[in-house]
């Protein structure tokens, strides 16, 4: 039977799965898809564990114990509905409704699933969430070169000379990219890898570039000053399709090799080499990584790199190009699905879902955040500042409510918890943020015990509170009608009885696609060099590079008390906090682990495999040491979300990580953290 991967990935692979009655048995790609090509990753190649994990919630239950400790008696589907709703009532009551704050992301990229909150919580006059915890900061700054959040099709990187995988571990994170990678290569293209650290993505390159966190923006700036002072520039493509290339020649003069080879940690001279690679020929593809945005200057950035291929006219080859995101690529019109003409009055106060502690905890917020509605997320994990979102969590006056598939940390803390169906037992469409198709999934298996989906249990509440109810009065079939026949034209021809057909259509985009040819869908109609939106606001109309606020100065020295830079990238096995509740891929993942340069564990007396303390401004957490030269002096790398209850000392990465936002966007600068790792105290 065919599905699609629900989960935050911009792969949103296309699956064929094994049932046997009502159990999924194994799962595996869809060979015949042009992108998966039947390559997924190992963590859903298991989920028929995910599926039936002795971790799932089966029935509704209400909390009989301590906020946290997860204890909890089974109650029945109406009277959580009923109390939902006689609660939500007396809040909007005594506070309004802005008293109570949804909270939800990418635990199911499936769209009616994903947006199944947005018209009752908008119909109440519920606080709205700003979602800005992965992508906000990376489509800020690309936006503001090229003006929409899309790129040149990854699977046109097959072809080209030159591959670069820019902050990106996709071994790790987009598994089939790393297929298009080796098929280029194949074909005789140079792979080279820009990362901090060597990761299983970096050993498979020609070349890894191991530059300092933080740093990429520099290393652009510098390349974009060999590439004009050699006159490596594609003069045609500047002059019919960028904006600001006078302004910027004379910006980069600045940015030398000399002066950017500190600040990035890499020789001059390959500085120069990769520059001249680069401009050597248009068929270069960047594929860019979500995770270098997470910077205290992650905008820019993601404008900074923006620019290169409009350099080299590589925008305009049929291999060439560069890739941030496709999110934008399919007009759909997501109001289908938001609802925002529901809300009763003015749009509502907005909260930024990184700094949900201080939304909990701050006595000066009018109203007070009072309930809590959590779906598709986990923030008892995934949020950073863990010490001050727990203290809000544990707040005795806070009525939360968290629906969810397995027993989270973040489930732990609520006063009701109800079951939520899996992407194998409803109905969805997906989009991508990796390729251009359009999926549909259907049901492989019915629902375990008395699990609904988002669609439905929200469709309850709008019909106890009276609200939003012919929204949620049709089916999900229905909505996903109504999404594609409100779209643009990319979506054309793309019905719902052809996606049931086919399973996945490709968007009715050009082939090959060069969104950026001739221009961008920018204020001028072209690549913004130089950016008059952002000196209007203020911030820096060229590509620029500034220090991190947690970070190196420009000679790479970090004085102080935490002098070590660390940054939190995803492992093999989880994704964000998903997966962590698995059992068989926890025992593969190991333990959770910082890794040390020698240099820097021998200074600290820390051998390889030693239990450490890893301390930042915000709080400390237990790893075990992993001395290794895949991490450069001066940068710890801790990879993975683990569960609080199942990481040593039940405190996990987010304890250290702060809930700071970035330069543009209100995203988070989790890889902007300085920290001390010293031995663990004995117990």
Known sequence: ??????????????????????????????AGHPFTQGVI?????????????????????????PKGAGDFAPIGWDE???????????????????????FSYA????????????????????????????????????????????????EQMVGADLVVLWGINAAYSTINVMTLVKQARARGAHVVVIDPYRTPTAQQADEHLMVRPGTDAALALAMMHVLIAEDRVDHAYVARATLGVERLTQHVKDWTPARVAPIVG????????????????????????????????????????ACLPALTGAYADPHGGALLSSGGAAGFDYTVLERPDLMPGPPTRVINMIQLGRALTDPTLAPPVKALYVYGSNPAAICPNQALVLAGLGREDLFTVVHEQVMTDTARWADLVLPATTSMEHEDVYRSFGQLYVQLAQPVVPPVGQARSNWETFGALARALGVAEAHYARPPAAVIRELLAHADQSVRGITYERLQAEGSVRLDLPRPYLPFADGAPTTSGRVEFYSAALAARGLPPLPTWVPLREGPAEDGRIPGRYPLQCIVPPNRFFLNSS??????????????????????????GIADGARVRVESARGAAEFTARVTDATRVGVAVIEGIWWHRFHPGGRGVNFLTDDRTTDLGGGPALHSNLVEVTPAPVA
């Not at 699609?4 to 046997?20: F, G, I, N, Q």
């Not at 270069?284 to 992650?298: A, P, Q, V």
């Open 1 to 30: 039977m065919h599905s699609v991967c629900p989960h935050d990935c911009p792969s949103a692979c296309s699956l064929e799965v094994r049932v046997d009655g009502d159990r999924l048995t194994a799962v595996t790609g869809t």
């Open 41 to 65: 990753c190992g963590k859903v190649r298991e989920y028929a564990e995910r599926v039936h994990s002795p971790l799932r919630i089966t029935e509704p239950l209400r909390r009989v114990g």
């Open 80 to 102: 959580a509905v009923a109390e939902i709703a006689r609660r939500w009532r007396a809040t909007i009551d005594e506070h309004g409704a802005e008293a109570i704050l949804p």
């Open 107 to 154: 635990g199911s990229m499936g769209q009616v699933q994903y947006f199944a909150g947005h018209p009752l919580f908008h119909a109440l006059g519920a606080s709205r969430l700003d979602r800005t915890i992965c992508t906000a900061t990376a489509y800020a700054g690309w936006r503001a070169t090229v003006g929409a959040v899309t790129g040149n099709d990854s």
């Open 266 to 305: 890499l020789p001059e001279a390959t500085i120069v080499a990769f520059a001249r690679r680069y401009g050597a020929t248009p068929a270069t593809f960047l594929r860019i990584g979500i995770g270098l945005s997470r910077h205290d200057n992650g905008a820019m950035t993601c404008r900074t790199l």
């Open 579 to 604: 997966f962590s509740q698995s059992e068989l891929l926890r025992r593969r993942q190991g333990t959770p682990t910082v890794m040390l340069a020698p240099a820097d564990a021998h200074a600290r």
